[in-house]
């Protein structure tokens, strides 16, 4: 989810066809997923920013692996970090609110009661780098393309817009398809508009170096494909002064710099080879910041609480795979990953045994089923296992001493009656007599850590007699492969928001499962998870909601489609000390573009 805001509300001129003036909707500066957004029309500026932050100065970030385009809608080729700046949304969600939009590019949105359709009126002002008005034209161009052309998630997300229809050169309406989904005026809201004129002469899936004029704050001032790659602020950009934009994008200069692997990038930053870094390895968080300037408070270490759900992290089953299809074999081998040895030897203690799809959040399943969660689960009784009606979902945790008997003891037993059985040290098929063996494949750009990670898993594996080995390959191949479904296992992130809707479908459908570049990368086929997606996209209350996402949660859980990891409830930031940032963080967190360099540290 995400973008958005507006000033103030007013009067609409309505093409022929639309509604009557007595029963029409009335224009509005901002929509909520669920009851009323909380700024009002006149809001000057979010909470959560500093209206009168400095403007100027740069802001260096480090990458590993490489790129090859900056167009990061399509499958095809690495996008640039940074790639989606220079593009603007027609509305921006807010950070302190479940799920809430207020206007960007669109100056009102118009929506009537069963949100069957939506309207947006653009700003007049618009414009895009090249200096050519945003039109609705524009915007029927963007959704069209991405469906027809972008990556495959777009063509899940838009599934239910039906068709898009400019009604004037500023006003433009989307009609749904029958039923309720009360999330599909934000989803298009969220959608970055794309120059039509710009694609007239050039492929939109081809991948591409050439900078795409967009009408975000930020264009592409120069790069090296696989080195680095920098975006200036635009001058007199026409969306400066707007509420969902005051005290946002303060940084002249956005630059990233591309290292080998992890490691040589953290050395690069120790060097103030760049300024700022999102720290993901506890590890390196306990011991590698200290360092002569972070005493001497240069380099300064942040830990900033967020209240995002922190989504589902861990060893993705690839269920295309013959030798994972039985839930028992994926349940076994969830006993072999020692999460407290792990924990405790690796991560310094730092991480929480992640137990939920929304963990952090009160979407997150708890305990037995109840009330409308129970509601909802007994429809599909006869085709879910017990456990998930009489017994809570506790991963196992290993045994931090590393003594995994009792574990291993489990999943042999497990595997036993899936079929399997120890023939002269090794796991076999009774029937085929085919031994156990598979890959878990490792994405080279963050290699070293997760190999670390992975081995003492395999180890635990091998005393099952399975044949598991560590893959690890360069970024562009691991993401081709990942793409096309090529791979036993991997480690993957479900990320997931406060207002789960649409985006459950890539994750999670059938119709995702057959849908190459999809991020259902499991491979799940279920006609019960298909149906609590699309309650969890139909809940027309919060507690409808807050329901079906328990209930869709406990049954992926109990599915042992991955083997979850862990998680933390801050964000872990290491940076130079040139930088100011807002007293109080929102609730989803670090929001770095909201921070500044601060007046007498420019050239630092």
Same mark, same amino acid.
């Given at each position: 989810?995400?973008?958005?805001?507006?000033?103030?509300?007013?009067?609409?001129?309505?093409?022929?066809?639309?509604?009557?003036?007595?029963?029409?909707?009335?224009?509005?500066?901002?929509?909520?997923?669920?009851?009323?957004?909380?700024?009002?029309?006149?809001?000057?500026?979010?909470?959560?920013?500093?209206?009168?932050?400095?403007?100027?100065?740069?802001?260096?970030?480090?990458?590993?692996?490489?790129?090859?385009?900056?167009?990061?809608?399509?499958?095809?080729?690495?996008?640039?970090?940074?790639?989606?700046?220079?593009?603007?949304?027609?509305?921006?969600?807010?950070?302190?609110?479940?799920?809430?939009?207020?206007?960007?590019?669109?100056?009102?949105?118009?929506?009537?009661?069963?949100?069957?359709?939506?309207?947006?009126?653009?700003?007049?002002?618009?414009?895009?780098?090249?200096?050519?008005?945003?039109?609705?034209?524009?915007?029927?161009?963007?959704?069209?393309?991405?469906?027809?052309?972008?990556?495959?998630?777009?063509?899940?997300?838009?599934?239910?817009?039906?068709?898009?229809?400019?009604?004037?050169?500023?006003?433009?309406?989307?009609?749904?398809?029958?039923?309720?989904?009360?999330?599909?005026?934000?989803?298009?809201?969220?959608?970055?508009?794309?120059?039509?004129?710009?694609?007239?002469?050039?492929?939109?899936?081809?991948?591409?170096?050439?900078?795409?004029?967009?009408?975000?704050?930020?264009?592409?001032?120069?790069?090296?494909?696989?080195? !680095?790659?920098?975006?200036?602020?635009?001058?007199?950009?026409?969306?400066?002064?707007?509420?969902?934009?005051?005290?946002?994008?303060?940084?002249?200069?956005?630059? &990233?710099?591309? !290292?080998?692997?992890?490691?040589?990038?953290?050395?690069?930053?120790?060097?103030?080879?760049?300024?700022?870094?999102?720290?993901?390895?506890?590890?390196?968080?306990?011991?590698?910041?200290?360092?002569?300037?972070?005493?001497?408070?240069?380099?300064?270490?942040?830990?900033?609480?967020?209240?995002?759900?922190?989504?589902?992290?861990?060893?993705?089953?690839?269920?295309?795979?013959?030798?994972?299809?039985?839930?028992?074999?994926?349940?076994?081998?969830?006993?072999?990953?020692?999460?407290?040895?792990?924990?405790?030897?690796?991560?310094?203690?730092?991480?929480?045994?992640?137990?939920?799809?929304?963990?952090?959040?009160?979407?997150?399943?708890?305990?037995?089923?109840?009330?409308?969660?129970?509601?909802?689960?007994?429809?599909?009784?006869?085709?879910?296992?017990?456990?998930?009606?009489?017994?809570?979902?506790?991963?196992?945790?290993?045994?931090?001493?590393?003594?995994?008997?009792?574990?291993?003891?489990?999943?042999?037993?497990?595997?036993?009656?899936?079929?399997?059985?120890?023939?002269?040290?090794?796991?076999?098929?009774?029937?085929?007599?085919?031994?156990?063996?598979?890959?878990?494949?490792?994405?080279?750009?963050?290699?070293?850590?997760?190999?670390?990670?992975?081995?003492?898993?395999?180890?635990?594996?091998?005393?099952?007699?399975?044949?598991?080995?560590?893959?690890?390959?360069?970024?562009?191949?691991?993401?081709?492969?990942?793409?096309?479904?090529?791979?036993?296992?991997?480690?993957?992130?479900?990320?997931?928001?406060?207002?789960?809707?649409?985006?459950?479908?890539?994750?999670?459908?059938?119709?995702?499962?057959?849908?190459?570049?999809?991020?259902?990368?499991?491979?799940?086929?279920?006609?019960?998870?298909?149906?609590?997606?699309?309650?969890?996209?139909?809940?027309?209350?919060?507690?409808?909601?807050?329901?079906?996402?328990?209930?869709?949660?406990?049954?992926?859980?109990?599915?042992?489609?991955?083997?979850?990891?862990?998680?933390?409830? !801050?964000?872990?930031?290491?940076?130079?000390?040139?930088?100011?940032?807002?007293?109080?963080?929102?609730?989803?967190?670090?929001?770095?573009?909201?921070? &500044?360099?601060?007046?007498?540290?420019?050239?630092?």
């Amino acid at each position: 989810m995400r973008l958005a805001a507006v000033l103030t509300v007013g009067v609409v001129v309505f093409a022929a066809g639309a509604a009557g003036a007595a029963d029409a909707p009335a224009p509005r500066h901002g929509i909520a997923m669920h009851g009323e957004p909380a700024y009002g029309p006149d809001f000057e500026h979010f909470a959560y920013v500093n209206p009168d932050a400095p403007q100027g100065g740069t802001l260096r970030r480090g990458a590993t692996g490489t790129f090859d385009t900056v167009n990061p809608y399509t499958v095809k080729g690495q996008a640039a970090r940074g790639a989606d700046l220079p593009f603007a949304t027609l509305m921006v969600k807010s950070a302190d609110e479940p799920f809430s939009e207020y206007g960007y590019l669109a100056e009102t949105i118009r929506v009537p009661e069963d949100r069957s359709w939506v309207e947006f009126t653009l700003r007049a002002d618009a414009r895009f780098h090249d200096g050519e008005p945003v039109t609705a034209s524009d915007v029927v161009f963007s959704l069209r393309t991405l469906k027809a052309k972008g990556h495959p998630f777009y063509r899940m997300y838009y599934k239910n817009v039906e068709k898009v229809k400019a009604l004037d050169e500023r006003t433009v309406r989307f009609t749904f398809t029958e039923g309720t989904n009360r999330e599909l005026p934000l989803i298009v809201g969220q959608m970055p508009v794309l120059p039509e004129h710009a694609f007239r002469d050039r492929d939109f899936k081809k991948t591409t170096l050439e900078p795409i004029p967009g009408a975000g704050p930020y264009r592409i001032k120069k790069l090296e494909q696989g080195r !680095y790659i920098v975006y200036e602020k635009v001058d007199d950009w026409w969306g400066a002064d707007l509420p969902v934009t005051r005290g946002r994008f303060n940084f002249g200069t956005l630059r &990233w710099d591309y !290292y080998r692997d992890s490691t040589v990038a953290l050395e690069a930053f120790k060097a103030h080879e760049y300024d700022l870094r999102r720290e993901n390895q506890a590890k390196k968080w306990a011991t590698a910041y200290d360092t002569a300037a972070a005493e001497a408070g240069r380099l300064v270490t942040a830990e900033i609480p967020h209240k995002r759900p922190t989504g589902m992290q861990g060893f993705v089953f690839n269920l295309r795979r013959p030798m994972f299809r039985d839930r028992r074999v994926r349940r076994a081998l969830t006993h072999a990953f020692n999460f407290a040895w792990t924990n405790e030897t690796l991560f310094h203690g730092q991480y929480t045994r992640t137990e939920s799809y929304f963990s952090n959040s009160d979407l997150a399943a708890r305990g037995l089923p109840d009330g409308r969660e129970l509601e909802i689960l007994k429809q599909y009784k006869g085709d879910l296992p017990p456990a998930v009606f009489n017994e809570r979902f506790d991963p196992p945790e290993g045994d931090a001493d590393g003594h995994d008997r009792e574990d291993l003891r489990q999943a042999l037993k497990l595997l036993k009656e899936a079929g399997y059985a120890f023939r002269d040290g090794a796991l076999v098929n009774k029937e085929t007599g085919a031994p156990f063996s598979f890959d878990i494949l490792l994405n080279a750009a963050a290699g070293a850590a997760w190999e670390r990670i992975t081995l003492p898993f395999v180890k635990n594996l091998k005393r099952l007699g399975i044949d598991a080995e560590v893959r690890t390959v360069e970024a562009s191949q691991y993401a081709n492969r990942v793409d096309n479904f090529e791979f036993d296992m991997i480690v993957q992130v479900f990320p997931q928001s406060r207002s789960p809707g649409n985006e459950q479908r890539s994750f999670w459908h059938s119709k995702a499962a057959r849908t190459k570049g999809s991020r259902n990368v499991a491979g799940i086929r279920s006609d019960v998870v298909d149906d609590l997606v699309s309650r969890v996209i139909t809940a027309e209350s919060r507690a409808g909601l807050v329901a079906a996402s328990r209930a869709l949660d406990r049954v992926l859980l109990w599915g042992y489609y991955v083997i979850p990891h862990w998680h933390i409830t !801050y964000d872990r930031i290491a940076y130079w000390n040139k930088f100011g940032r807002p007293d109080d963080p929102p609730e989803a967190g670090a929001q770095i573009l909201n921070w &500044w360099v601060k007046a007498d540290k420019r050239d630092g």
